[in-house]
């Protein structure tokens, strides 16, 4: 399924129910639930209640994970696996080299604002097989997201690109990783600490917080940054 209307659709059909019916239960209009069906929204502030609604993993309705359906807010619940898809004139590119996806997903990097905006058949970026070989990471488990937000500057700055590793969902002290908090997507540094885990922003104004290990979904870890200068 390649949209979210796709997978929205899907799961109505599994459970029997009308848009009507999704509409009621998010508190949200028909418009907003029949635009996401047709394809006509690239953002919607109701995608979690949906996903909610849907008995879904939000990770499993924004990046589309047939294997990640399950409603479950644990860190062996992050995302598995997303298919790379082909360059546009594949010959151009030659055997060493692969394309990872691009997803535009608003992966907060600021004050935990999150609008889900996805562009879901953006141009991904092309990468050489050897990188992903030297550092033993699965290519077909990774995918490009855009920051927002300034709270990990310098480190990433909004509008940088990064890759997210979703196969490196065990915390390593101050690594950077993407995770899911709340039913919202952040980019934060984060640290061990016993049943809790810091979330530590780079950017000095915006404080760190603790939250317990059970209510963070480690959708994977940053590996890659490229943004403008």
């Not at 949209?3 to 599994?14: K, V």
């Not at 479950?72 to 997303?82: D, F, P």
């Not at 550092?135 to 480190?155: F, K, L, W, Y």
């Not at 404080?207 to 870890?221: A, K, Q, S």
Request: proline residues 3%; charged residues 30%; hydrophobic residues 40%.
């Amino acid at each position: 399924m390649n949209t979210i209307g796709d997978r929205i659709r899907d799961r109505l059909q599994d459970m029997k129910r009308s848009q009507e019916w999704l509409a009621q239960e998010v508190g949200c209009s028909q418009t907003a639930i029949s635009k996401l069906l047709r394809g006509q929204s690239e953002r919607s502030k109701f995608l979690p209640d949906i996903a909610k609604v849907l008995g879904v993993n939000t990770s499993w309705l924004v990046f589309g994970l047939e294997k990640e359906k399950s409603n479950l807010v644990t860190q062996s619940s992050a995302v598995k696996t997303v298919s790379v898809i082909a360059w546009d004139h594949p010959e151009e590119l030659g055997h060493d080299k692969i394309v990872i996806p691009r997803y535009r997903i608003a992966c907060s990097a600021g004050n935990g604002k999150i609008h889900f905006e996805i562009q879901e058949y953006a141009q991904g970026e092309a990468f050489r097989r050897a990188w992903f070989t030297d550092r033993q990471i699965n290519p077909e488990h990774c995918a490009i997201a855009t920051v927002e937000g300034d709270s990990m500057s310098p480190a990433l700055e909004d509008g940088d690109s990064v890759m997210i590793d979703r196969d490196a969902i065990i915390i390593i002290d101050r690594r950077v990783y993407a995770f899911c908090l709340d039913d919202e997507i952040f980019i934060k540094r984060l640290f061990k600490a016993g049943d809790n885990i810091v979330v530590r922003s780079d950017n000095s104004k915006y404080p760190e917080f603790n939250v317990p290990n059970d209510r963070l979904e480690i959708l994977g870890r940053v590996i890659w940054k490229s943004g403008e200068m």
